[in-house]
């Protein structure tokens, strides 16, 4: 971990180059008396100012509410970008501004249209597409026109800039009534970083990839991206009913009927289908019951039994018997939601059941059961094969040497949401997060070395913004054959996505 | 009561049980595998995931059996964004009317006869509240296994917990007539039983005339909603001796649970033998071949995961005899907190105490997993414990 540069008080510089800088945008905030009020906030950093860091926030907002005026969000990114490869000599932050904002606007319009135009052409050579491009254009020309017509908005939005720019010079020491500035960063990241909308960060901190290979990008995202939260397992097999010939009546909630032309009904609702059974889907729900019923069919599973959340001794007793490290988890959970893992003394399990109180589950039954060290994988069963396998990791980041937690938190998270199913799953700075940081000395303002993995939570879950790898084309036959026998041992089970812990997904199970 | 009511049907036809948390049943012949029939709170497997979703997703439930031509009490489903449509229906329909939860438990948790604005938004209020069993799903004797989730909460300005502005409500029109629960198994209709008196504790009698349309119409309702093996259809009629012909009905409840504790009230003896009835069915569905139903059963039972086996086992002595099973219980593995045992006697009895032992209710202490294969029968004076 890098430390923060401490202020140097000394000197006012000649001029600033920025190292880097950041724009977020808030959610509608509280009008709490006596708090501070904002919904923007600029974030720069240098190493040749007298600040090293310096925030400022400001309520921007336009005559229908506390929000921020989304049409001028795009000029707030674009003079980020621009300011984060610019010089700005002393005394000069007002024209610099300036000037880039005229730049700005003046390439603006051409460039966003091109790219939004390009983008939807890629993923459909259909030739539907070029008559729907044409009031698709109508409108985003609309659209420019009224962010720029914005005036006040965009006055106050330069405000900020301007305020962050010249407090960092060292040439205004107090702030204006419109915005706030500050130097503590780890207060303003723990305020906000829950509430952060939009954001934005130059330099771009890389883009994540796994042993050099980039994360994948899928091609229709663009037509999925607008479905409601859950909606695209719905939407991916109601595809594959139409693909196959069938009706399709689609109905409220990511359900649809699709019926052939016998008039066979089959009926879905996200990822639940008519492949399986209600009680199955009840077995597989409770932990300690789907763990009851693999041992006897004779299935690796761990160690582990159930306790009343608030039976802290035997909870205790029981870990000492079965030795550390444990995991505990919710018996009827989902998400990953009170999951705890790798909790390797009596300290731990105290903290462990603390934050298990805590959470939405935590008045329910525990399983307490032995950590399987190793790596945590999502194996698809549908019927008697194998159709997906994928290697979960924990929410984490990968320090850049440059960016600072929330930095690559936030990054992330904006990648999360061009996927539709990723989108409201997102990494949380929560309390799991926090344990996380705290077990290794970092906090959202710190900056992790470059190429050190930190992690966020405490289950692999992509619920709680985990990532998932493909591995099916390398997974062990052996693997494929157990989850196969895991996947037939509760009844009624058509399909299902089970869970294992592996040492070596391409090596022989034992 | 679903569950324990088929546990015994299952106990009586001399099938190997596994009983696993959340009344999930596993039944298999002896010496075959048991899980060849499984059921869920008595709802056999036949029954699939998503159809039992549907049944309790009532804005679905309501769509399909409108799309069907079957009649629903005039009704809206709102979060608390939609305030305006809540508005527009009430001064169009006008009260009274009923809340329910849009998602959930069948019969819906309803507060009905809402009869003022102020009566509704402190309904809503109320129905918002998110109680301990929405959040201890893994513990709860209410909430069905195969519920869909109602984490989402968050604290309302008094400290309760509530539901998130997205969850959905379902506000219908208050109907009048004759209240009627018809069951239906395996495409065929069962038994009809009446609502007879507005009291406190629910009354219910058995329907001797029904006409053939109200029968027609559960079976209809219960096939709109693909993949219910069983369903349980609250009917609103006029007079439902009369065809429909001329008298309006509405189709006020669709429970993928069949709820035999309505029928076992309106009659002891005809609950059973509807268990019975959804066994047969799986078993048929599942081609398994079933004895006749035995009066006295004997088991060997196998408790898991009792956290104090040493204390269970003087009351499960006491408990056992005095319902008249006899046999012996002894400790086992303390780690696994296992007691295992010999009960015999009637398979309703039997069912009754594993069924407790499960759920916590009489012992205090709950198993996680309950084997109990069939063994012949032996002399036995009483119940006794090592």
Same mark, same amino acid.
């Given at each position: 971990?890098?430390?923060?540069?401490?202020?140097?008080?000394?000197?006012?510089?000649? *001029?600033?180059?920025?190292?880097?800088?950041?724009?977020m945008?808030f959610r509608?905030p509280e009008?709490t008396?006596g708090e501070p009020q904002a919904n923007f906030a600029?974030h720069?950093?240098?190493?040749?100012?007298?600040?090293?860091?310096?925030i400022a926030e400001?309520l921007?907002?336009?005559?229908?509410?506390?929000?921020?005026?989304?049409?001028?969000?795009?000029?707030?990114?674009?003079?980020?970008?621009?300011?984060?490869?610019?010089?700005?000599?002393?005394?000069?932050? %007002? *024209?610099?501004?300036?000037?880039?904002?005229?730049?700005?606007?003046?390439?603006?319009?051409?460039?966003?249209?091109?790219?939004?135009?390009?983008?939807?052409?890629?993923?459909?050579?259909?030739?539907?597409?070029?008559?729907?491009?044409?009031?698709?254009?109508?409108?985003?020309?609309?659209?420019?026109?009224?962010?720029?017509?914005?005036?006040?908005?965009?006055?106050?939005?330069?405000?900020?800039?301007?305020?962050?720019?010249?407090?960092?010079?060292?040439?205004?020491?107090?702030?204006?009534?419109?915005?706030t500035t500050t130097t503590d960063v780890e207060d303003f990241y723990e305020r906000w970083i829950g509430e952060v909308?939009?954001?934005?960060?130059?330099?771009?901190?890389?883009?994540?990839?796994?042993?050099?290979?980039?994360?994948?990008?899928?091609?229709?995202?663009?037509?999925?991206?607008?479905?409601?939260?859950?909606?695209?397992?719905?939407?991916?097999?109601?595809?594959?009913?139409?693909?196959?010939?069938?009706?399709?009546?689609?109905?409220?909630?990511?359900?649809?009927?699709?019926?052939?032309?016998?008039?066979?009904?089959?009926?879905?609702?996200?990822?639940? *289908?008519?492949?399986?059974?209600?009680?199955?889907?009840?077995?597989?729900?409770?932990?300690?019951?789907?763990?009851?019923?693999?041992?006897?069919?004779?299935?690796?599973?761990?160690?582990?039994?159930?306790?009343?959340?608030?039976?802290?001794?035997?909870?205790?007793? %029981?870990?000492?018997?079965?030795?550390?490290?444990?995991?505990?988890?919710?018996?009827?959970?989902?998400?990953?939601?009170?999951?705890?893992?790798?909790?390797?003394?009596?300290?731990?399990?105290?903290?462990?059941?603390?934050?298990?109180?805590?959470?939405?589950?935590?008045?329910?039954?525990?399983?307490?059961?032995?950590?399987?060290?190793?790596?945590?994988?999502?194996?698809?069963?549908?019927?008697?094969?194998?159709?997906?396998?994928?290697?979960?990791?924990?929410?984490?980041?990968?320090?850049?040497?440059?960016?600072?937690?929330a930095?690559?938190?936030? %990054?992330?998270?904006?990648?999360?949401? %061009?996927?539709?199913?990723?989108?409201?799953?997102?990494?949380?700075f929560?309390?799991?997060?926090r344990?996380?940081?705290?077990?290794?000395?970092?906090t959202l303002a710190?900056?992790?070395?470059?190429?050190?993995?930190?992690?966020?939570?405490?289950?692999?879950?992509?619920?709680?913004?985990?990532?998932?790898?493909?591995?099916?084309?390398?997974?062990?036959?052996?693997?494929?054959?157990?989850?196969?026998?895991?996947?037939?041992?509760?009844?009624?089970?058509?399909?299902?996505?089970?869970?294992?812990?592996?040492?070596?997904?391409?090596?022989?199970?034992? | 009561?679903?569950?324990?009511?088929?546990?015994?049907?299952?106990?009586?036809? /001399?099938?190997?049980?596994?009983?696993?948390?959340?009344?999930?049943?596993?039944?298999?012949?002896?010496?075959?595998?048991?899980?060849?029939?499984?059921?869920?709170?008595?709802?056999?497997?036949?029954?699939?995931?998503?159809?039992?979703?549907?049944?309790?997703?009532?804005?679905? /439930?309501?769509?399909?059996?409108?799309?069907?031509?079957?009649?629903?009490?005039?009704?809206?489903?709102?979060?608390?964004?939609?305030?305006?449509?809540?508005?527009?229906?009430?001064?169009?329909?006008?009260?009274?009317?009923?809340?329910?939860?849009?998602?959930?438990?069948?019969?819906?948790?309803?507060?009905?006869?809402?009869?003022?604005?102020?009566?509704?938004?402190?309904?809503?209020?109320?129905?918002?509240?998110?109680?301990?069993?929405?959040?201890?799903?893994?513990?709860?004797?209410?909430?069905?296994?195969?519920?869909?989730?109602?984490?989402?909460?968050?604290?309302?300005?008094?400290?309760?917990?509530?539901?998130?502005?997205?969850?959905?409500?379902?506000?219908?029109?208050?109907?009048?007539?004759?209240?009627?629960?018809?069951?239906?198994?395996?495409?065929?209709?069962?038994?009809?039983?009446?609502?007879?008196?507005?009291?406190?504790?629910?009354?219910?009698?058995?329907?001797?005339?029904?006409?053939?349309?109200?029968?027609?119409?559960?079976? /209809?309702?219960?096939?709109?909603?693909?993949?219910?093996?069983?369903?349980?259809?609250?009917?609103?009629?006029?007079?439902?001796?009369?065809?429909?012909?001329?008298?309006?009905?509405?189709?006020?409840?669709?429970?993928? /649970?069949?709820?035999?504790?309505?029928?076992?009230?309106?009659?002891?003896?005809?609950?059973?033998?509807?268990?019975?009835?959804?066994?047969?069915?799986?078993?048929?569905?599942?081609?398994?071949?079933?004895?006749?139903?035995?009066?006295?059963?004997?088991?060997?039972?196998?408790?898991?995961?009792?956290?104090?086996?040493?204390? #269970?086992?003087?009351?499960?002595?006491?408990?056992?005899?005095? #319902?008249?099973?006899?046999?012996?219980?002894?400790?086992?593995?303390?780690?696994?907190?296992?007691?295992?045992?010999?009960?015999?006697?009637?398979?309703?009895?039997?069912?009754?105490?594993?069924?407790? #032992?499960?759920?916590?209710?009489?012992?205090?202490?709950?198993?996680?997993?309950?084997?109990?294969?069939?063994?012949?029968?032996?002399?036995?004076?009483?119940?006794?414990?090592?």
């Amino acid at each position: 971990m890098q430390p923060l540069k401490p202020c140097d008080d000394s000197v006012a510089a000649t *001029s600033i180059r920025l190292s880097t800088i950041r724009a977020m945008t808030f959610r509608p905030p509280e009008l709490t008396a006596g708090e501070p009020q904002a919904n923007f906030a600029i974030h720069v950093q240098s190493v040749d100012s007298r600040f090293s860091h310096v925030i400022a926030e400001a309520l921007i907002t336009h005559d229908k509410g506390l929000r921020f005026p989304a049409q001028i969000w795009p000029v707030a990114e674009e003079l980020c970008r621009h300011l984060g490869k610019t010089q700005i000599p002393a005394g000069s932050v %007002h *024209s610099v501004l300036s000037d880039a904002l005229i730049e700005i606007c003046e390439t603006f319009e051409q460039d966003e249209q091109d790219e939004l135009i390009r983008s939807l052409r890629d993923v459909s050579t259909d030739r539907s597409w070029t008559r729907l491009l044409s009031p698709f254009r109508w409108a985003l020309g609309k659209r420019m026109r009224r962010r720029l017509s914005n005036d006040e908005a965009l006055h106050k939005l330069l405000g900020v800039f301007a305020a962050a720019l010249t407090r960092l010079e060292g040439t205004v020491e107090t702030d204006s009534d419109d915005v706030t500035t500050t130097t503590d960063v780890e207060d303003f990241y723990e305020r906000w970083i829950g509430e952060v909308d939009r954001s934005v960060c130059f330099p771009e901190p890389p883009l994540p990839c796994l042993e050099g290979k980039p994360a994948n990008v899928y091609g229709d995202a663009a037509f999925v991206r607008n479905h409601p939260k859950d909606a695209t397992k719905g939407h991916l097999v109601e595809r594959e009913a139409l693909a196959y010939g069938l009706a399709v009546l689609r109905l409220p909630n990511g359900s649809f009927i699709a019926t052939d032309r016998a008039g066979t009904r089959l009926n879905f609702k996200w990822s639940r *289908s008519p492949a399986s059974s209600g009680v199955s889907l009840a077995l597989c729900n409770h932990k300690e019951a789907t763990r009851a019923r693999l041992a006897r069919c004779g299935l690796p599973v761990a160690s582990g039994r159930i306790f009343s959340s608030d039976d802290g001794d035997r909870i205790a007793a %029981h870990a000492e018997r079965i030795g550390y490290p444990v995991v505990c988890k919710p018996a009827a959970g989902v998400r990953g939601i009170g999951v705890i893992t790798n909790i390797r003394n009596r300290a731990e399990l105290d903290r462990a059941l603390q934050l298990y109180g805590k959470s939405p589950l935590g008045s329910d039954d525990l399983l307490l059961e032995t950590h399987v060290p190793g790596d945590d994988y999502r194996i698809v069963v549908v019927g008697d094969k194998v159709v997906s396998a994928v290697c979960r990791r924990t929410a984490s980041i990968v320090g850049t040497g440059d960016h600072n937690v929330a930095d690559l938190i936030l %990054h992330k998270n904006r990648l999360r949401a %061009h996927n539709p199913h990723l989108r409201l799953r997102l990494i949380q700075f929560d309390d799991a997060a926090r344990y996380q940081l705290d077990s290794v000395d970092l906090t959202l303002a710190s900056v992790p070395e470059k190429g050190q993995w930190v992690y966020l939570a405490n289950s692999n879950n992509i619920s709680r913004g985990g990532d998932s790898i493909e591995v099916l084309d390398d997974l062990h036959p052996s693997i494929e054959r157990v989850a196969v026998r895991a996947a037939q041992a509760i009844p009624g089970l058509g399909f299902c996505g089970l869970d294992l812990i592996l040492q070596d997904h391409t090596a022989m199970s034992r | 009561m679903d569950g324990y009511l088929v546990h015994s049907a299952v106990l009586a036809r /001399r099938l190997d049980v596994l009983l696993l948390p959340r009344q999930v049943l596993l039944a298999g012949p002896t010496g075959d595998e048991v899980g060849v029939l499984s059921f869920v709170h008595g709802v056999p497997e036949a029954s699939t995931v998503v159809g039992v979703t549907y049944a309790q997703d009532k804005r679905l /439930r309501r769509k399909l059996l409108n799309l069907a031509g079957l009649s629903t009490p005039p009704g809206i489903t709102f979060s608390s964004r939609g305030e305006m449509s809540l508005q527009r229906f009430i001064s169009r329909h006008g009260f009274p009317v009923v809340l329910k939860e849009a998602i959930g438990e069948n019969p819906s948790p309803k507060i009905d006869k809402i009869s003022s604005d102020q009566e509704l938004l402190s309904a809503i209020s109320r129905m918002k509240r998110r109680s301990e069993d929405h959040l201890s799903p893994a513990r709860s004797l209410v909430t069905s296994a195969y519920a869909e989730n109602s984490l989402n909460v968050h604290e309302d300005e008094q400290g309760h917990r509530v539901a998130a502005p997205g969850a959905r409500l379902l506000v219908e029109k208050h109907v009048s007539g004759r209240y009627i629960r018809c069951l239906v198994c395996g495409g065929r209709f069962l038994a009809a039983i009446e609502k007879t008196a507005a009291t406190p504790e629910e009354t219910w009698m058995l329907v001797e005339r029904l006409h053939d349309d109200f029968k027609d119409v559960a079976l /209809r309702a219960t096939m709109e909603i693909p993949g219910l093996a069983v369903a349980s259809v609250d009917l609103v009629v006029g007079d439902p001796t009369l065809c429909r012909e001329g008298q309006a009905y509405f189709v006020v409840e669709l429970c993928e /649970r069949p709820r035999l504790e309505s029928y076992l009230i309106a009659s002891p003896a005809l609950a059973p033998s509807l268990a019975d009835r959804f066994l047969c069915h799986q078993a048929e569905q599942s081609s398994v071949r079933l004895q006749t139903p035995a009066d006295v059963v004997a088991t060997f039972m196998r408790a898991e995961s009792l956290t104090e086996p040493q204390l #269970l086992l003087p009351v499960l002595r006491d408990t056992c005899n005095a #319902l008249g099973i006899v046999g012996f219980a002894r400790p086992g593995d303390q780690t696994s907190g296992i007691v295992e045992g010999h009960l015999q006697g009637k398979p309703s009895t039997i069912a009754r105490v594993i069924e407790a #032992l499960m759920s916590g209710t009489h012992f205090g202490q709950r198993a996680m997993a309950i084997e109990a294969a069939q063994t012949p029968l032996e002399s036995y004076a009483d119940f006794t414990v090592a």
